[in-house]
């Protein structure tokens, strides 16, 4: 009885850690909503005359010229602009793609998915559109507290985190068995 119980209150306390792991995970969309809202890119044409500035979704925020640009005649400015919004709505894309995924981890390669169709989009390589991607996004350090979830994956544990050890199995009673059941993993 008293190892029935044991592996009962085992099974109890791995419930309890599932449960403070989903919660922690789900805290975790606040801030990615948080960081999707302030997520900001920017572009400029090569000569400088056109700038442009775009939000979350490749939304256009602002558009800027120069004296010198408006002097080029309207199908230069036309061509500069368009060009520099591609590059800004680009550059928005590739970061929402990071920040998703470091919330909700690499399972679907959507950072790969997006430089796929950006290269093929752009004309270009991957491995452009990659460095490109490396150089627009600042390395992030993980929290140093490790209380602070905040840099941790929403949806599913982080790599490195071990599974819970299973406990182990005497056998069992009809309640043991269901208790089994009900919180395995696999199902």
Do not use: C, Y
């Amino acid at each position: 009885m008293a190892a029935e119980f044991e592996q009962l209150v085992t099974e109890f306390e791995r419930f309890q850690s599932g449960i403070r792991n989903v919660d922690e995970r789900f805290a975790g969309l606040g801030a990615m909503r948080q960081q999707l809202s302030e997520l900001r890119a920017g572009a400029s044409s090569p000569d400088g005359g056109v700038t442009v500035v775009t939000g979350p979704g490749g939304a256009v925020l602002d558009v800027k010229f120069t004296d010198a640009a408006l002097a080029k005649g309207p199908q230069a400015l036309s061509a500069a602009l368009m060009a520099t919004l591609r590059e800004a709505v680009g550059e928005a894309a590739r970061r929402q793609a990071v920040l998703v995924q470091e919330h909700l981890g690499d399972d679907h390669g959507l950072v790969d998915q997006v430089l796929e169709t950006q290269a093929e989009a752009f004309g270009t390589t991957v491995e452009e559109m990659r460095s490109k991607l490396a150089e627009e996004t600042p390395a992030r350090e993980r929290p140093a507290a490790p209380d602070d979830f905040s840099e941790e994956r929403v949806l599913r544990p982080s790599d490195d985190a071990a599974p819970p050890p299973a406990p182990p199995s005497t056998g069992g009673s009809a309640g043991d068995t269901f208790l089994k059941n009900l919180f395995d993993e696999e199902d």
